[in-house]
């Protein structure tokens, strides 16, 4: 649990469900009141996390027949520079709540992969920008956690460091693949940071997100955020 050295930064308050479904469960309840809540100051933003964790509930909000509040605007936590059909995309992965949502493109901020491979992150960086002028309230932000540590496509500390000063960044993965993310700037914006946890494989990574461990690339990319909150199932829960 926390060490006297790194106490820095948010608080941390972890949630573990009784299992997958029960978590499944309660994120797809949270969506629906973020895509709901409406606004008469700016937009609503909702930020989208990637992987297969939050997959059922963006499928099961999509099954509902939610209708989202006029001033509802999403956007994405990174993406894989890959074409937006690709089912490597985090935008496609979406496709079924995007078609059930029924936005305006102009209200769904996507990485444009179809632009080279910086002036995706720069078009991208623009936006979020624009949505910070526009005085956005970004209510809720969902994140998930590699086993190796990472968030989003935030990677490594050289990422970190890179990315101050702006809104996206383009990021080459450990895997040989690119990609855009938003930064640790943008992550601040966020009322409510939720990070969705699931799998035995990222219990080591979770131990040390729930230690605020400095070396943790997670948890350097939110030190500026008030809080954070970690939704997770027992199989990813650390022993002990």
């Not at 990637?50 to 989202?68: E, F, I, M, S």
């Not at 994405?76 to 995309?89: C, F, I, L």
């Not at 444009?112 to 002036?119: A, D, F, I, M």
């Not at 131990?207 to 939704?231: D, K």
Request: proline share 8%.
């Amino acid at each position: 649990m926390p060490t006297p050295e790194s106490q820095s930064g948010p608080s941390v308050q972890p949630r573990c469900f009784a299992d997958p479904a029960a978590l499944t469960a309660a994120l797809t309840e949270r969506l629906e009141r973020a895509f709901t809540a409406a606004s008469e100051q700016g937009p609503t933003v909702v930020m989208l996390s990637g992987g297969n964790t939050p997959l059922p509930a963006y499928r099961a909000v999509a099954q509902r027949g939610v209708r989202p509040a006029a001033s509802l605007v999403l956007c994405y936590s990174d993406d894989r520079y890959v074409p937006s059909t690709s089912e490597g995309s985090n935008y496609h992965q979406t496709q079924p709540l995007l078609d059930a949502l029924a936005l305006p493109a102009a209200r769904v901020l996507r990485v444009r992969t179809e632009l080279p491979l910086e002036q995706a992150a720069a078009d991208y960086d623009q936006r979020l920008a624009d949505l910070a002028r526009r005085r956005a309230h970004v209510g809720l932000g969902l994140l998930g956690l590699g086993a190796d540590g990472h968030t989003a496509s935030l990677f490594t500390a050289e990422h970190i460091a890179r990315a101050q000063g702006r809104r996206a960044i383009s990021v080459h993965r450990p895997d040989g693949r690119d990609a855009v993310s938003v930064t640790p700037e943008v992550l601040t914006w966020v009322t409510q940071l939720v990070f969705v946890v699931a799998g035995a494989d990222k219990r080591t990574a979770l131990a040390a997100l729930l230690a605020r461990s400095p070396a943790l690339t997670a948890w350097q990319a939110v030190l500026g955020c008030r809080a954070i909150e970690v939704w997770t199932e027992p199989a990813a829960w650390p022993e002990g």
